[in-house]
């Protein structure tokens, strides 16, 4: 989840920067593809010249304008145009890793004030100013919702890979399923190859108390052979694992291949102008690998930037690389 929002007077100010002209977001009726196309480009040359990503009035205004303009809502062959222009073309691949680490720079700082906090209840105040966490609920609760109408029996083991320094998904799961009566205790195992962020998610939840009981945490790569995901009922991909479609679908292999017939792998995508901010999920592609049953693929138009695949793992050999 990225910058919805352009300001937030809780974040930290950055060395000063020399200001880019940043012209205002273009109307969705101006079907005009050169603005949009000038538009992003000008971001991202103020994004590249930045000195540091680290949270700050101006890093917050221009991934906020970022993200805004790629949350609208645009003709397809205007979307394509664009998309598609040999200057985009250029530029999204490092764009994407821009975001990425934005994003990154954005979770830690916020875990780093919810980890100096002195009480529990302190903790959990903190972590509810975060400037996107009702975005969280509502992208948590998107997913939820797509994996119970697969018919699956209410998933009570999840892993979570790329976790990140702020677990606000697995945290929102946990808050959603809880305990609920259950048969089965909630499990939700977050994995992340930064021991930092596994540091700081750790200590995160040790402050959050009760509501974060259900957490696990584990410091690996995703493709880790050593890690089983056999005993959980869903596995979560996180859209910034793999920041490429190649990288991406080798991920899924591998993690495919540690999962028991019959789980739920989820995956985050993109779609529309939204895919200038993370990668792709290629459906077809993933069906080439044969170990995989499309179910479900969930677009959002609204403020909800990511989108979501529901897949089931079939039983069968292990996937082709």
Excluded at 47 to 53: H, I
Excluded at 244 to 267: C, F, H, T, Y
Excluded at 268 to 277: F, K
């Amino acid at each position: 989840m990225l910058w919805a929002e352009t300001h937030s007077s809780r974040m930290p100010i950055a060395a000063p920067v020399q200001p880019v002209p940043v012209p205002e977001i273009p109307q969705p009726a101006d079907d005009g593809a050169q603005k949009y196309i000038t538009m992003i480009l000008e971001l991202h040359t103020a994004l590249s010249q930045l000195p540091t990503l680290e949270p700050s009035p101006r890093v917050n205004s221009l991934f906020g304008k970022l993200v805004d303009l790629c949350a609208q809502t645009l003709d397809e062959s205007l979307t394509a145009k664009i998309l598609t222009d040999p200057r985009i073309v250029k530029i999204t691949a490092h764009l994407r890793q821009v975001c990425s680490g934005g994003e990154s720079k954005l979770e830690a700082y916020w875990a780093d004030q919810i980890n100096g906090t002195q009480t529990e209840k302190d903790a959990n105040e903190m972590l509810h100013r975060f400037t996107y966490y009702n975005n969280y609920v509502e992208l948590t609760r998107m997913e939820l919702s797509a994996i119970l109408s697969t018919g699956s029996e209410s998933p009570r083991k999840f892993a979570f890979i790329g976790s990140g320094p702020l677990p606000l998904t697995s945290l929102c799961i946990a808050d959603s399923l809880g305990e609920d009566g259950a048969q089965r205790p909630l499990v939700i195992h977050n994995i992340d190859h930064d021991s930092r962020a596994i540091q700081q998610s750790s200590e995160l939840c040790r402050k959050l108390g009760s509501r974060a009981k259900a957490m696990r945490f584990h410091c690996t790569e995703a493709r880790d052979a050593k890690e089983d995901l056999r005993d959980y009922d869903v596995v979560y991909v996180a859209a910034l694992v793999g920041m490429s479609w190649a990288q991406k679908e080798d991920i899924i292999a591998d993690v495919v291949d540690r999962m028991r017939p019959g789980a739920l792998l989820i995956l985050r995508s993109a779609h529309s102008l939204r895919s200038l901010l993370y990668p792709v999920v290629k459906i077809t592609s993933i069906l080439a690998l044969a170990r995989v049953e499309p179910l479900i693929v969930v677009h959002p138009y609204n403020h909800i930037i990511n989108s979501v695949v529901v897949l089931r793992v079939k039983p069968s050999t292990p996937m082709k690389r």
